[in-house]
């Protein structure tokens, strides 16, 4: 069974621009959700979809945004980026509560 | 907000050296609790997990009991290899969703 997989692999921005980073979980998961990973903060929770809904939904600005299709495919969206959004953005696929999957991320650069 | 306290880093030990990474966590309730391993330019694989008091996680030789008393959730192994180099994150669960609480990761360097 094909992991999880994240698209693209690398990213280079500028300011003020925004990106949309996308997300295929594993076969038959209905529940994705998104981290932040930064040396400074760590890993933090963005939000998590479920069934094209969002469950959960952690501390971030409304400038960080994710949506779900019927197929649970998620992407998530950045807009007007700043230097600090750099980071490894991870996505994780769960076909139950208390078990994730994590893809490989997405590294944002934000120059 | 986080609620995992992680042992800092980095952490160096020689090949067959005995191998402890201290986890403790708060929540309000049982949350299951974690460990994943990251590898270098990769994302967080599972390494073991435990759901309930008194359960032991295990894999590839690690281990962690869940430790309801002292909120705690160490990671073990007898003998590191020089292939277990990696960052160690140990993690909790909230019961509403797969909403993970991560600590800042432990790096550990196995060396020959």
């Known amino acids: 069974k094909a992991g999880v997989t994240q698209t693209p692999r690398y990213l280079i921005k500028t300011r003020g621009q925004q990106v949309t980073l996308s997300c295929s979980p594993i076969s038959g998961h209905r529940s994705v959700s998104w981290y932040q990973q930064t040396p400074g903060q760590g890993l933090q929770f963005l939000f998590e979809?479920?069934?094209?809904?969002?469950?959960n939904k952690g501390n971030f600005p409304g400038r960080f945004s994710g949506r779900q299709f019927s197929n649970s495919r998620s992407e998530m969206n950045v807009s007007t980026l700043e230097l600090g959004d750099s980071a490894l953005y991870l996505c994780a696929s769960s076909l139950e509560i208390n078990e994730q999957f994590f893809g490989p991320g997405t590294r944002l650069t934000v120059l | 907000g986080n609620s995992v306290t992680q042992m800092e880093g980095p952490v160096t030990l020689s090949e067959e050296a005995f191998l402890t990474i201290n986890c403790t966590y708060t929540?309000?309730?049982?949350?299951?609790l974690f460990w994943y391993v990251q590898y270098p330019g990769e994302g967080l694989q599972l390494l073991l997990k435990a759901t309930k008091a008194d359960d032991k996680g295990s894999n590839k030789g690690f281990e962690a009991t869940y430790r309801k008393e002292t909120t705690s959730f160490h990671l073990e192994k007898g003998s590191v290899q020089v292939s277990d180099s990696a960052v160690y994150f140990c993690?909790?669960?909230?019961?509403?969703?797969?909403?993970?609480?991560f600590g800042t990761g432990t790096s550990l360097t196995v060396i020959p």
């Open positions: 979809y479920f069934s094209e809904t969002q469950r």
């Open positions: 929540a309000t309730g049982y949350p299951s």
């Open positions: 993690a909790r669960s909230e019961h509403t969703g797969n909403q993970f609480y």
